[in-house]
């Protein structure tokens, strides 16, 4: 029997319009990928000239009032962006209120911040130059939540290319101030002045683009007392997650400062901070798939369940060469990008990169989630990875100082991705193929072989290499295709000539 004309002209627009979000998914995620990119490229660009210009004690200093400003930030940010961001995704009509009201409560937790940080720095004791440099990385905590607050807006309408651009800037900004105050040997407390005159700067770039770009106007908005306990009590859940993965993700260098020297806490923080670097990949992932998997669980779980299988496979593409590619490596690229004050750090980078394999699932699970509405048990998990965390530091910290510091976290890391991965499993999707990690483990251990045989030639020329070699084979075995990666696809296009 022939199929009627109309329903098959409206399930071509079906299959169209379905193609066309994939097609504005890849977008946003390049989008996505361009901005985290530069963002980490360029913070990463100033690491090599703070280790050499303040020494291995300067930038344990410099590292530690860079980890405490994450905590300014949360305190000041309650998960209130995550929070709009998945609100605003379902309906847009309430973006400018919920801005604006969420603005007002940054802008009163501001004293709380500075009130806790006192009473923290009272009891630490930490040397002047420490305190200072402190008390001005919380300021760009401060400034970083304000504009993470337009970040969201800009996310939950699917509207990437701006993210891009802000956080581009901002780093471009840092980068060339930073170096400059190096170079120019103005020391620790100036260095730190570029973060936060840096933090003032993109977000006063955000609030113009929401003015031009999404027509918010402050004379429109009245404070709304009723909204503003509402987006606090909604957005704790979600605060309280990210502040305890924050936690144990960081907690090491606070009790290394406390108990060992700030020698040790700049040689693990070398290495971690090598290792953050690599935590763009499943951001990007989370950033460019969070609004869609939030739309999506109330829509198809059917296309839940075909974009966390995708998500899963190419972060695994991701992580498996990378632990490869650094054990291997680790002496050379500590020594390149820190020099020989460092040489330290090599043995926590080969403990730490384990960690950076699992990060890249548990900060794509805790989006999922989020998405799903299963924040407070992912709470319930995270605060048993705490405490777990919180015994490990003390025990190995005090036996294998910065290297127990890594161990804690890598055993954290595979709590948390053991229990995320049974809950997704199952209350939101499961794996459509696991053919692709035999896949993996073969490209991976290919690749390997390769970058241990010319391990002492150029870093760069090796590294490059090895990736193209893991790539080819990958698609030799057709582990993924150019469809799949491609902003456009061929099918989509061919569908639009034909329509």
């Known amino acids: 029997m022939a199929e009627h004309p109309g329903r098959q002209r409206n399930l071509n627009r079906r299959e169209i319009s379905t193609s066309v979000k994939r097609s504005s998914l890849k977008k946003n995620t390049y989008f996505v990928a361009i901005g985290q990119l530069s963002q980490k490229v360029l913070a990463f660009a100033l690491i090599p000239f703070a ?27 309650l998960g209130i962006n995550t929070y709009i961001t998945r609100e605003i995704a379902k309906n847009r009509d309430i973006a400018q209120r919920y801005f604006f009201n969420s603005l007002v409560v940054k802008i009163a937790l ?14 630490a004791n930490y040397a002047t130059d420490t305190n200072y440099a402190i008390i001005i ?28 651009i802000v956080l581009t800037l901002e780093k471009i900004f840092i980068t060339g101030i930073g170096i400059y105050v190096l170079l120019k040997g103005y020391g620790l407390i100036i260095f730190c002045g570029a973060f936060l005159a840096g933090g003032i700067f ?29 987006l606090v009590s909604s957005s704790l859940p979600f605060g309280i997650s990210v502040f305890i993965s924050t936690v144990y993700s960081n907690i090491g260098v606070i ?38 998997f939030s739309r999506q669980m109330h829509e198809s779980r059917e296309r839940v369940a075909e974009l966390f299988t995708k998500c899963m496979k190419y972060l695994s593409y991701a992580a498996f060469p990378l632990v490869a590619g650094t054990i291997i490596l680790a002496d050379k690229i500590i020594m390149l990008i820190y020099g020989k004050d460092f040489v330290n750090a090599t043995y926590s980078l080969k403990v730490l990169v384990w960690a950076a394999a699992l990060m890249f699932f548990n900060i794509f699970f805790t989006g999922i989630l989020k998405a ?8 319930k998990i995270q605060v048993i990875g705490l405490g777990i965390n919180i015994i490990l530091n003390l025990i190995f910290i005090h036996y294998y100082s910065y290297i127990g510091a890594a161990i804690t976290i890598v055993c ?16 939101i999707a499961k794996l459509g193929e696991v053919g692709f990690l035999l896949k993996n483990i073969v490209a991976t251990a290919i690749m390997a072989l390769f970058t241990l045989h010319f391990k002492t030639y150029n870093l760069f020329a090796v590294v490059f290499a090895s990736s193209v070699i893991f790539a080819v084979s990958l698609f030799l075995m057709k582990g993924f295709t ?12 061919k569908r639009g000539n034909d329509g």
Not at 372 to 379: D, E, G, S, T, V
Request: no cysteine; charged share 15%.
């Open 202 to 230: 993109s977000s006063a770039v955000s609030f113009f683009i929401l003015k031009r770009h999404f027509n918010f106007s402050k004379s429109e908005f009245q404070p709304e007392v009723k909204n503003i306990k509402t």
């Open 255 to 292: 009790i290394l400062s406390l108990i060992k020297t700030e020698q040790a806490v700049g040689w693990f923080s070398a290495s971690y901070k090598f290792i953050a670097i690599t935590a763009i990949i499943p951001m990007i992932t989370v950033a460019a798939t969070y609004p869609a």
């Open 412 to 427: 954290t890391e595979v709590f948390i991705f053991v229990t995320f991965y049974f809950v997704a499993y199952q209350k």
């Open 137 to 164: 990385f919380a300021g760009y905590g401060i400034t970083t939540s304000v504009m993470q607050l337009s970040i969201g807006i800009f996310e939950a309408f699917e509207r990437m290319q701006f993210e891009a």
């Open 482 to 493: 150019f469809d799949e990666i491609l902003p456009v696809s061929g099918k989509l296009l």
């Open 51 to 77: 280790a050499r210009y303040l020494g291995d004690d300067g930038f344990g200093k410099f590292s530690l009032a860079s980890t405490i400003m994450f905590f300014v930030f949360l305190f000041n940010d």
């Open 372 to 379: 799903a509405n299963l924040q407070k048990l992912m709470i």
């Open 110 to 123: 501001i004293t709380l911040n500075f009130v806790l940080l006192a009473l923290f720095l009272y009891f």
